[in-house]
């Protein structure tokens, strides 16, 4: 009769050891300093492109060296990634732009403001003797002697520059022959009177409230004048000073009427015996402010003595100051509310311009304000009068043919066509698209994207915040893990009973016959053969001899 035995067989301890908490109490991953473990889990759920299968669990030779070409490979898309990032990035600091060119047409457009002066400031039988006296060293006359008496010893009452420039300058209702504008006539009420280097000067349509508009383009539709410069009251030139003029004829500048006339500097001259065709195109520009571009914006305050800023407001602003500081007076077209500087200061104030002029890159810095009006001009002219028409205008205005053509011009100026070029700063690289740079980059070298960093960030934060609990509050920590190991004990114990209970292959029934080894045919012991497979004992040790123990 067969002898059996009842063998039961026990698991390894590893096994409950994997299942349990390791030893130690460490239930929580960070106990080990968020060791590999706990960062493999991380990287086996990120979505980070290869950190799984760089940071992945240990395994044989043949996979840490595919962990190791994953981490390599890893380590080359995030270097690739930052350098083209930090090339990115390094772009939209340089905060590069671009020029956008365009034109538009529109069914009417705002006529410039036109000023003009005559480059002739002193009308010579409006001066009195006393004018003449102050005013020398303006314009270089000799005073006059009066009664016997010489100019030293007469005593002119102090000058007043304002009454002088009203009274001895180039009255418009006296130059101007005739004024049409889109076909209907003008007159002088159509003008304003400023003042410039040049004296007494006239805008036309430098009103900013109701400026006039032309609804048609070509010669005959804007502005046409006919003026008589008048050379007969031309100042005779005795001595060479700063202001005498050598020429004759009109200064005219074309612009905005949100800018004041910078006329000595940005007009252009006008000779009598022509007609002067300029032919005007609008043109809007528009700059950036800091950091793309070196613009003024319009929500900076404005200029004394300004509603509006501009550069040639800017201009005149530096000069005014810089007079004033030097000289305790200003010129009669810069603004401010100091006395007119008088003839007998005028070294002073040139001493303190050509200062100025100097140093004006320190001193006086006009930005371009963000939005700009101008005008490009092309000039053309034919001569005037002709023979016929000469003596047609010597009857009409009671003047010789020889006068007419020395003193007479006409100036014609009128839009090109109704249309205007816009020429726009715009931002070459904004965030906009360093963002998108930025993120193709991620995707195309590390398949990441904003919540990738999310959970990396994530991660860190949890990691230095157990730190961080666990540095603050030791006791309450190992309290609460020694909890959390008690529960995963527990919970281990009661799952390793579950599987005693439903795996019906822990009990196993053998005959001694089967224990008992057998003689080999070559004279030598050889192991038994069972009928159960080695691996179904897990207490079964294989001896040198040949022989197997069981625990039963």
Same mark, same amino acid.
């Not at 092309?378 to 047609?392: D, H, N, T, Y």
């Not at 398949?447 to 999310?454: D, M, P, Y």
């Given at each position: 009769m067969p002898i059996e035995f009842v063998c039961k067989i026990k698991f390894a301890e590893g096994d409950e050891a994997k299942a349990g908490p390791p030893k130690g109490g460490g239930g929580n991953p960070m106990d080990k300093g968020a060791g590999m473990a706990d960062l493999a889990a991380f990287a086996s759920s990120s979505s980070l492109h290869g950190l799984a299968q760089a940071l992945g669990s240990s395994g044989s030779g043949r996979a840490s060296m595919r962990r190791t070409v994953w981490a390599l490979a890893l380590l080359a898309s995030l270097v690739l990634f930052l350098y083209q990032a930090s090339r990115s990035t390094g772009t939209y600091l340089e905060h590069p732009h671009v020029a956008a060119l365009n034109e538009e047409s529109r069914r009417e457009l705002t006529f410039p403001a036109v000023t003009l002066c005559n480059v002739n400031r002193?009308?010579?039988s409006a001066l009195t003797d006393a004018d003449i006296y102050h005013l020398a060293n303006l314009t270089g006359l000799p005073p006059k002697s009066r009664g016997g008496h010489r100019p030293g010893e007469l005593h002119y009452p102090p000058p007043d520059m304002l009454d002088i420039f009203q009274r001895t300058g180039h009255q418009l209702d006296e130059m101007l022959k005739s004024c049409n504008f889109s076909g209907q006539n003008c007159s002088v009420h159509d003008f304003n009177v400023v003042y410039t280097r040049y004296g007494k000067c006239y805008t036309f349509n430098g009103n900013? /409230?109701?400026?006039?508009?032309? &609804?048609?383009?070509?010669? %005959?539709?804007?502005?046409?004048?006919?003026?008589?410069?008048?050379?007969?009251?031309?100042?005779?030139?005795?001595?060479?000073?700063?202001?005498?003029t050598l020429e004759a004829g009109i200064r005219v500048q074309i612009h905005s009427q949100d800018e004041p006339p910078y006329i000595h500097e940005l007009g252009f001259g006008v000779s009598p015996g022509f007609q002067t065709f300029v032919s005007c195109q609008e043109q809007r520009l528009s700059y950036l402010p800091q950091p793309w571009g070196n613009c003024r914006a319009s929500s900076e305050p404005v200029i004394p003595g300004y509603d509006t800023y501009s550069v040639s407001a800017c201009r005149l602003h530096c000069e005014s100051v810089q007079?004033?500081?030097?000289?305790?007076?200003?010129?009669?077209?810069?603004?401010g509310n100091a006395d007119?500087? /008088?003839?007998?200061?005028?070294?002073?104030? #040139? &001493?303190?311009?050509?200062?100025?002029?100097?140093?004006? %890159?320190?001193?006086?810095?006009?930005?371009?304000?963000?939005?700009?009006?101008?005008?490009?001009?092309?000039?053309?002219?034919?001569?005037?009068?002709?023979? %016929?028409? @000469?003596?047609?205008?010597?009857?009409?205005?009671?003047?010789?043919?020889?006068?007419? =053509?020395?003193?007479? +011009?006409? +100036? #014609?100026?009128?839009?090109?066509?109704?249309?205007?070029?816009?020429?726009?700063?715009?931002?070459?690289?904004?965030i906009a698209g360093l963002l998108g740079d930025i993120?193709?980059?991620?995707?195309?070298?590390?398949?990441?994207?904003?919540?990738?960093?999310?959970?990396? +960030?994530?991660?860190?934060y949890e990691v230095i915040k157990y730190r961080i609990k666990k540095l603050l509050r030791p006791q309450k920590y190992q309290n609460q893990q020694s909890q959390r190991n008690q529960m995963q004990r527990?919970?281990? =114990?009661? #799952?390793?009973?579950? &599987?005693?209970?439903?795996?019906?292959?822990?009990?196993?029934?053998?005959?001694?016959?089967?224990?008992?080894?057998?003689?080999?045919?070559?004279?030598? &012991?050889?192991?038994?053969?069972?009928?159960?497979?080695?691996? @179904?004992?897990?207490?079964?040790? /294989?001896?040198?001899? %040949?022989q197997q123990d069981f625990a039963c």
């Open positions: 002193f009308r010579f900013k /409230t109701s400026p006039k508009r032309t &609804r048609q383009g070509g010669m %005959g539709n804007g502005l046409e004048l006919m003026l008589d410069i008048q050379q007969d009251e031309y100042l005779p030139i005795w001595r060479e000073t700063n202001e005498t007079v004033q500081r030097e000289c305790n007076c200003r010129m009669i077209h810069m603004p007119i500087c /008088t003839p007998a200061k005028v070294k002073c104030v #040139d &001493r303190a311009l050509a200062l100025l002029e100097i140093s004006s %890159g320190d001193s006086c810095v006009c930005e371009t304000p963000c939005n700009v009006t101008r005008y490009g001009k092309e000039l053309s002219m034919v001569k005037i009068p002709s023979k %016929g028409s @000469a003596r047609f205008l010597s009857r009409k205005y009671h003047k010789t043919e020889e006068y007419i =053509r020395d003193n007479f +011009l006409v +100036l #014609d100026v009128y839009f090109e066509a109704l249309n205007y070029e816009t020429i726009e700063q715009r931002k070459a690289y904004d993120g193709g980059q991620m995707g195309l070298f590390i398949g990441a994207s904003v919540l990738t960093i999310l959970e990396i +960030l994530d991660y860190i527990t919970k281990n =114990r009661h #799952d390793l009973n579950l &599987r005693a209970q439903l795996t019906p292959s822990t009990i196993a029934t053998v005959r001694l016959e089967e224990f008992k080894p057998k003689e080999a045919s070559d004279g030598t &012991r050889a192991q038994a053969h069972s009928v159960y497979p080695a691996s @179904a004992l897990p207490n079964h040790h /294989t001896q040198a001899t %040949g």
